[in-house]
């Protein structure tokens, strides 16, 4: 097999590694890195990614106890130098390596290549082979080699990090839809004590400025009336936070009122009615049938008002 050959066949087993879910990330970063060694015809490699902003670490290595040590990028060595200067690194026998204080020892041969795998201008990691089988340097057509299969490593930590922003914006749905039914549990709650609370209370000074007003005369029978407004106004507003709480649960569980009386056998025209704020009155047991329907719950006195109930109230109180 050529030279171009074993390019080609190690780009398609690249692209193949890269493309097959069933692999997790470490396997495929072990994998390409096999691939590489076998191509650039050396006995040793690495893949290092950037962690952070100032460490790297070694994720895939044909020497598995170096997997996951770490490096810092301030440190004076080969690979820090390449995160710099975003730039490939050859180094042989003939070059100065007192200009690196910190490389591995445990090394038979001079030569070793790292190129640094590039997304949007910005180091992400970078590749190294050493230990070059027979001669012990890297030519030109080495380092052009390597620096295009690190081009093709990119899909491979691309398809990761997309993949794991993915996973993030999943977890965080799942969070905001849990706060969200925790803020529907408080809605609900603060619904049905409002019903409670301000029931009986309203009622009674109702009747009682009913009565005010029958004996009431003169300039006195205004500020009557309008107190009377204003309970009317309360009673209003609760009726409002009734057909709104019913409309808005409708509608987020994506049923049309045709949908809601077929699953509620209710009446269409009565949801509707009592939707729009046009219901006179509306029976306790229809609120109970509607809010089984949409999985809510209404209570009255702590207790839970059930579906299908006989006892009429007015559509103010609830």
């Excluded at 396997?27 to 962690?51: A, F, H, P, Y």
């Amino acid at each position: 097999m050529n030279k171009d050959e074993k390019i080609l066949e190690a780009l398609m087993a690249i692209t193949w590694t890269a493309n097959t879910p069933r692999l997790d990330f470490k396997e495929k970063l072990q994998r390409i890195l096999s691939d590489v060694v076998s191509c650039m015809g050396t006995e040793r490699g690495s893949i290092m990614l950037v962690k952070g902003r100032k460490n790297l670490e070694v994720a895939a290595a044909t020497s598995p106890h170096l997997i996951g040590v770490k490096q810092s990028i301030d440190q004076d060595s080969p690979s820090s130098w390449v995160v710099k200067n975003k730039k490939l690194l050859s180094v042989d026998k003939e070059s100065d390596r007192s200009l690196f204080s910190n490389r591995f020892d445990h090394y038979k041969k001079d030569a070793f290549l790292l190129a640094p795998i590039l997304s949007q201008n910005k180091v992400i990691g970078i590749i190294s082979v050493t230990e070059k089988m027979g001669s012990d340097r890297f030519s030109k057509a080495d380092q052009t080699i390597l620096l295009n299969l690190a081009g093709h490593v990119i899909s491979a930590l691309e398809k990761n990090r997309l993949a794991e922003s993915l996973r993030r914006s999943k977890k965080n749905l799942n969070d905001k839809n849990i706060r969200l039914r925790k803020l529907e549990k408080i809605r609900t709650e603060l619904f049905n004590m409002l019903i409670h609370d301000l029931k009986g209370p309203i009622s009674e000074v109702m009747a009682n400025i009913d009565i005010l007003s029958y004996v009431t005369r003169g300039e006195n029978l205004e500020y009557v009336e309008a107190a009377r407004s204003g309970c009317d106004t309360l009673y209003r507003m609760r009726y409002t936070e009734l057909r709104e709480a019913l409309r808005s649960a409708r509608r987020e569980r994506g049923l049309t009122q045709a949908a809601l009386a077929a699953r509620s056998a209710s009446s269409r025209v009565t949801i509707a009615r009592l939707e729009a704020g046009s219901a006179g009155d509306v029976r306790m047991s229809t609120v109970g049938t509607l809010c089984d329907a949409l999985g809510l719950e209404v209570s009255v006195a702590g207790r839970r008002v059930p579906g299908r109930r006989s006892r009429r109230v007015s559509s103010a109180s609830g």
